[in-house]
């Protein structure tokens, strides 16, 4: 064999010794989601391989409520959850079990998210507007959640007692939007993936959007105290996140008009995208892309607003600020 060829051996072996190591090197990681654009950055990052490039081997897990991604994440079975605030969420967090480490979606005024909606018989009966829910049985995934923290938020905003709305906590959005439809509440929150399917069947009235009435900081990135002992993975993750939040923003949400995002060549991949991982038709996509900070920032004030608020009601736990609950090294404050 001559020099040439040995080294080109050489080579060849060099290069399998690096592949080999960069594939054991690569971090494992779970993440705990819902299957609702506003984890869309998250769907970017795994189907285009931001994540893979950072070094992470990302195995997504699936969830119908916000809670539950709390609890799997305080128990280990995610290493990281990426949902909407939530007393229970707030509480774990406030024992020192969870921490947050960035931001995601939040309520916007034209960006439509989450939207109060109707039974029809409620709306014949003259239901017609968020400011009527007084005294109507309204359905959300749980007592505490960001659902029931918006019907607080509106209570506030059209001076009509909390306590008068009849909450009719279901456990998940299948079961509170299947009760709209069943006409056994007069109203539901519910986010716009879920609604439009209910609507398009005649299940249900729209009544407005959440963003337009009170915008607030709706989700977060947050990890437990054992995953952020390894900072290199939640530096790795929220770089990769990161690419995806500006992409998102600066492709979808740069293009959205009266709260649609038109179909075209730049578009489509990202709405393709959104539409694999939400399951929804891309027609659907279209108008369910919900506002994301292009540098992933949080908008802590807000969140410390939060949580005075669900201690207020009891909901969650006293004793905590914000500012005990959020990784100041990780987060970027708005």
């Not at 897990?61 to 290493?79: E, L, M, R, W, Y």
């Not at 009849?166 to 007069?186: C, M």
């Not at 939040?245 to 578009?267: C, F, Q, S, W």
């Not at 920032?297 to 600020?321: E, M, P």
Request: with cysteine; hydrophobic share 45%.
């Amino acid at each position: 064999m001559g020099w040439v060829a040995r080294f080109a051996v050489a080579v060849l072996l060099a290069l399998t010794t690096i592949g080999s190591a960069q594939a054991e090197e690569a971090l494992k990681a779970k993440i705990g989601v819902l299957r609702l654009s506003s984890s869309a950055p998250v769907f970017i990052a795994q189907d285009k391989g931001y994540f893979r490039e950072a070094g992470l081997e990302v195995e997504l897990k699936f969830f119908d409520a916000a809670q539950p991604i709390a609890v799997a994440t305080t128990s280990g079975d995610v290493d990281f959850g990426i949902t909407a605030f939530t007393a229970g969420l707030y509480n774990l967090a406030g024992k020192g079990t969870l921490t947050v480490i960035g931001g995601m979606s939040r309520e916007k005024a034209g960006y439509p998210l989450i939207g109060y909606f109707a039974s029809n018989n409620a709306y014949a009966a003259g239901l017609k507007s968020p400011k009527d829910l007084a005294g109507k049985r309204v359905a959300v995934t749980q007592v505490g959640s960001s659902f029931h923290y918006s019907l607080g938020l509106l209570a506030d905003k059209y001076g009509f007692k909390l306590a008068d709305v009849k909450i009719v906590p279901l456990q998940s959005l299948s079961n509170a939007a299947a009760a709209l439809k069943g006409e056994t509440v007069d109203a539901a929150l519910l986010p716009v993936s879920t609604a439009r399917k209910l609507m398009d069947e005649g299940g249900a009235k729209f009544l407005g959007w959440v963003g337009d009435e009170t915008p607030w900081q709706l989700g977060a990135i947050f990890a437990s105290p054992k995953t952020l002992t390894n900072k290199v993975l939640v530096t790795k993750l929220l770089g990769a996140l990161a690419k995806a939040d500006r992409e998102y923003h600066d492709v979808i949400l740069a293009a959205m008009k009266d709260g649609v995002v038109p179909i075209n060549e730049r578009t489509k991949p990202l709405l393709e995208i959104i539409a694999k991982y939400t399951n929804l038709p891309l027609e659907q996509v279209v108008g369910n892309c919900a506002y994301i900070d292009p540098d992933g920032k949080l908008d802590v004030k807000n969140v410390d607003n939060q949580i005075k608020w669900l201690q207020q009601q009891g909901f969650a736990d006293k004793g905590f600020d914000a500012n005990a609950i959020i990784a100041k090294d990780f987060v970027k404050a708005d």
